[in-house]
């Protein structure tokens, strides 16, 4: 289809209108892309001591479509190459979230992995609009906090959210700040124009979860300034609602893998101590939080094991928790409840307006209700989404940007079969659409650093890969969940 026509089928199709502005203004008609000036900085890591790196501002339209209006400045620093042949395009690492950033994700445990990528090629670590040093929005002021003495009510805690998250919409707007400029499309145009930046013709693009779902979307609207692009925990332009039974199937496999290190019947604890729960609530005291006395019930405990399945560090908690549950002691359950309700107390703009754009088709929506009618946790794999978003009046990018990827773009899908946030079925739904992908399967991998570090290959391929050199599909082991055994074994303080 030809841009004219392209541009004229939009207009028909209103509801496409903000990825259609997007496609129209991703053009070389665009003001020339003011070169980058990059100072040295010295880039400090955790645990891997002082990196000799470059720092500059990237300078971009707040709005794409209005390339003559207000502007924003984005961080970047650049790790220089150490090695490869420089012919190889500049990577841009984009992190997950939304709001995660790709300087910050650099300075901790997963810098090996960066180090082993710049041997080959310049690494841009962006931080993308609003997310760490590239001028996040104030925080709201508003926060919900909730009483530790009661359960949580799934219903009332919606309303309760949705109440204090209309405050921040309000306060933010009030504040000048401009929600409409914090979508993945926005963030797609900025890879674009630092790519121009950088005066080359390609980059290439590496992405963690939410940064998988801004490296699609730029290969859908930027592709041709794309040379390659590696997908760690994929995010598809459909997938921002996880689908509800993944999370019933992570746990009969996580049960499977518990049951080899004496906890029998994962699964079958987890069903009990919810039916316990929905008769009646329960009290534990968290150590974790000075003892605090909390009343935890059934949807409380149904947030608890969501949250848990995600990560390995609170998955090998979980069977020793619920174990613990089950014997009549509800302290370590009471530390998690804790945790969980932490992360509702508020709302950051950017991240909060990202994935109300992105959004989810009728059809996604429809599906991930009628599977939480069936899941063992309900709709908890989500809450509070979709209904949050409801009525906030905030962009929403439409079908075209949520639907179907066509593109000949190289990927190199990273999956890991314990993943509680992008599945391994996340990456096989986008393969279709891609003309040249290869993939690593990581057994035993979650959505955490054993994707990036828990076999040497991992960093070998992903730098290959990049470097244009041949990498083939595999299935990589890891070691299984070192499960804690009882009570004793639970942290007592939050690991840092």
């Not at 984005?74 to 150490?82: D, F, G, K």
């Not at 730098?463 to 990589?476: P, Q, Y």
């Amino acid at each position: 289809m030809s841009r004219v026509s392209m541009l004229l089928s939009c207009l028909r199709r209103p509801h496409v209108a903000a990825l259609c502005l997007a496609l129209s203004c991703a053009t070389p008609a665009l003001a020339e892309q003011a070169p980058l000036v990059f100072s040295p900085y010295a880039f400090e890591t955790r645990g891997h001591g002082t990196i000799a790196a470059e720092a500059a501002f990237l300078d971009v339209p707040r709005r794409h479509a209005e390339p003559d209006g207000k502007r924003m400045r984005l961080r970047v620093v650049r790790l220089p190459a150490t090695g490869g042949d420089g012919r190889t395009a500049p990577v841009i690492y984009l992190a997950g979230g939304p709001g995660g950033s790709g300087i910050g994700t650099a300075r901790g445990p997963r810098w090996p992995v960066f180090d082993r990528v710049r041997r080959e090629a310049d690494v841009l670590l962006l931080d993308q609009r609003g997310a760490g040093l590239s001028e996040p929005p104030p925080p709201c002021p508003h926060e919900q906090h909730f009483d530790d003495a009661q359960p949580m009510q799934r219903d009332a805690a919606l309303a309760a959210l949705r109440a204090t998250v209309a405050q921040c919409v309000a306060y933010w707007r009030e504040a000048g700040i401009d929600l409409g400029a914090y979508t993945t499309v926005e963030s797609a145009g900025d890879i674009e124009d630092l790519r121009r930046a950088l005066g080359v013709p390609k980059v290439s693009l590496w992405g963690m979860s939410y940064g998988t779902h801004l490296a699609l979307a730029s290969m859908r609207l930027h592709g041709a300034g794309l040379d390659r692009v590696v997908l760690m925990g994929t995010e598809g332009p459909d997938d921002t609602l996880k689908l509800p039974l993944a999370a019933d199937a992570l746990l009969a496999d996580l049960s499977v893998i518990a049951a080899g290190a004496g906890f029998e019947d994962l699964t079958g604890s987890a069903k009990r101590v919810l039916e316990t729960l929905r008769q009646q609530p329960r009290q534990g005291r968290s150590v974790m939080h000075g003892g605090k006395l909390v009343t935890i019930g059934e949807f409380d405990a149904q947030l608890v094991m969501t949250a848990s399945l995600g990560r390995r560090t609170t998955q090998q908690w979980l069977p020793a928790v619920l174990r613990e549950a089950e014997r009549g002691d509800y302290d370590p359950l009471a530390d998690l409840v804790l945790l969980v309700r932490s992360e509702f107390a508020g709302f950051g703009a950017m991240p909060l307006a990202m994935d109300v754009a992105s959004g989810q088709s009728p059809q996604r929506r429809a599906l991930v209700e009628a599977q939480a009618r069936k899941s063992l946790f309900g709709d908890a794999l989500n809450f509070p989404f979709p209904q949050i978003a409801d009525g906030l009046g905030l962009v929403d990018l439409g079908e075209a940007f949520r639907g179907p990827l066509r593109s000949d773009v190289p990927v190199l899908f990273i999956s890991g079969t314990l993943d509680g946030r992008t599945p391994p079925a996340n990456a096989e739904a986008i393969k279709p659409g891609i003309t040249n992908s290869t993939s690593l399967l990581v057994r035993g991998a979650s959505h955490d650093n054993e994707m990036w570090l828990g076999n040497a290959v991992i960093a070998g391929n992903i730098a290959d890969f990049l470097a244009g050199r041949d990498v083939h599909d595999a299935v990589l082991e890891l070691p299984p969940p070192e499960f804690a055994k009882s009570k004793a074994d639970l942290p007592v303080a939050l690991p840092r």
